[in-house]
């Protein structure tokens, strides 16, 4: 029988392996999703938004014919898909060639390489983008220059500017708004739901948004249905918020939520900045002589993923957290999701979970009094394997 000590180390374990992962986008979550499972992730789809396109909306048809009719001086373009969408739409209605004519003829900005893209790709070129890919920074361009007198056409991307466009009316703009798309609450609210309540009941690890109006959609959704203040806690303890870019951030910072989000506004550095920062705030032990860390809804052991039922995940978080020190059944009681009053049921779970961690001696049972993790004598794990 080999020592323990010849046993061979495991595969790597992907670094998302263990985490759930909820995602609000509907445009691009298919991407988004395999980009997360292929580093080992579940996934959990609620989509926030839809986005319905304007193709024949009149909103769309009259602001073109405004704009060929009196061309603008100043055009802003805020994203690819979006642009591409009203040289598409106008080419639609015969207004293509007019359009291009009068936007070649325009001081034309890009938000962004994506809108800068676009624009290249309707035979016209821009004049300048901000390196920080932001709304602020191409609206305080375009203060510092002046845009008194001038007429500004301002591309939408879903949703209402209110702070871009009044600042440039403010300052003296004839500002005409352009509504390539809208973004409207999901038809069918119920995978929406089901992410809000897995989030409010601790059985996501992180949820991603790519849009602004994807955060507001969320945050709207939970005030309908009376859990502002779950969601809010949860996404300022629990549940780790990781946004496209600091603008999609914006409606989590007023509520006072921290988030993440890449230095690049692009949906692969957003899953790179979630992959580097969600297994550095997973709880690491050094338990009987083996590694422990804890991850959402696994456990690692000696760098093994060792799945673990919710119910054994909530005594281990709570065992975890008093590491070493004996922790009561009633403790554990109040910690087992639906639990009553029956402390039966803690050794019920408890046998679950030493089952699926795999290794005996993690957990000792301490006759009357309750559950221990049995923490080795070493005043910081990271001495003997390293990190948490």
């Known amino acids: 029988m080999a020592d323990q000590t010849d046993r061979q180390p495991a595969d790597p374990v992907p670094p998302l392996a263990g985490f759930t992962i909820g995602i609000t986008a509907a445009r691009r979550a298919d991407e988004l999703a395999a980009l997360l499972q292929r580093r080992g992730a579940a996934v959990l789809r609620g989509p926030a938004l839809r ?10 048809l009259a602001a073109t014919r405004t704009l060929v009719n009196d061309p603008p001086d100043i055009a802003v373009a805020t994203t690819g ?18 359009l291009t004519a009068r936007l070649g003829k325009a001081e034309v900005l890009a938000r962004g390489p994506k809108a800068k893209g676009a624009i290249r790709a309707a035979g016209l070129r821009e004049q300048w983008s901000p390196e920080s ?10 203060l510092e220059q002046g845009v008194d007198g ?21 300052a003296g703009a004839d500002v005409v708004e352009v509504p390539v798309y809208r973004w409207l609450p999901p038809v069918d609210p119920a995978p929406l739901d089901r992410l809000l309540d897995a989030c409010c009941g601790g059985a996501l690890d ?11 959609s969320l945050l709207e959704r939970a005030a309908e249905r009376g859990r502002t203040g779950e969601l809010l806690h949860a996404l300022r303890r629990e549940v780790l918020p990781v946004c496209v870019g600091p603008v999609t951030a914006a ?10 989000w890449p230095e690049r506004m692009r949906l692969g550095a957003m899953v790179q900045a979630l992959t580097a920062e969600l297994p550095r705030r997973s ?3 050094a338990v009987a002589g083996r590694r422990l860390e804890l991850r959402g809804q696994a456990a690692l052991v000696d760098g093994e993923l060792r799945p673990v039922p919710p119910a054994g995940m909530a005594l281990l978080r709570v065992l975890a957290q008093r590491p070493g020190w004996v922790v009561s059944r009633a403790d554990l009681l109040r910690a087992l999701p639906g639990s009553g009053e029956d402390e039966h049921a803690v050794e019920s779970a408890m046998a679950r979970l030493r089952t699926a961690l795999g290794t005996p001696g993690l957990i000792t049972t301490v006759v009357k009094r309750g559950y221990r993790l049995a923490l080795d004598p070493v005043t910081d794990p990271g001495e003997k394997y390293g990190a948490a």
Do not use: K, M, N, Y
């Not at 986005?51 to 769309?60: A, F, K, M």
């Not at 591409?84 to 007019?98: K, M, Q, S």
């Not at 591309?155 to 440039?168: N, T």
């Not at 992180?206 to 507001?216: D, E, I, K, Y």
């Open 150 to 170: 001038r007429r500004i056409a301002v591309q939408l991307h879903g949703a209402p500017l209110r702070g871009f466009v009044d600042s440039l009316t403010a």
């Open 133 to 142: 890919e932001s709304s602020a920074e191409v609206l305080a361009h375009l």
């Open 283 to 285: 709880r690491g032990l």
């Open 81 to 98: 898909i979006g642009f591409r969408g009203w040289i598409e739409a106008a080419e639609g209605w015969g207004l293509g060639d007019d």
């Open 206 to 216: 992180a949820v991603t948004f790519t849009s602004a109006p994807a955060v507001l």
């Open 51 to 60: 986005i319905v396109p304007l193709s024949d909306d009149t909103e769309l």
């Open 251 to 260: 409606p989590l910072d007023e509520a006072d939520v921290p988030a993440i």
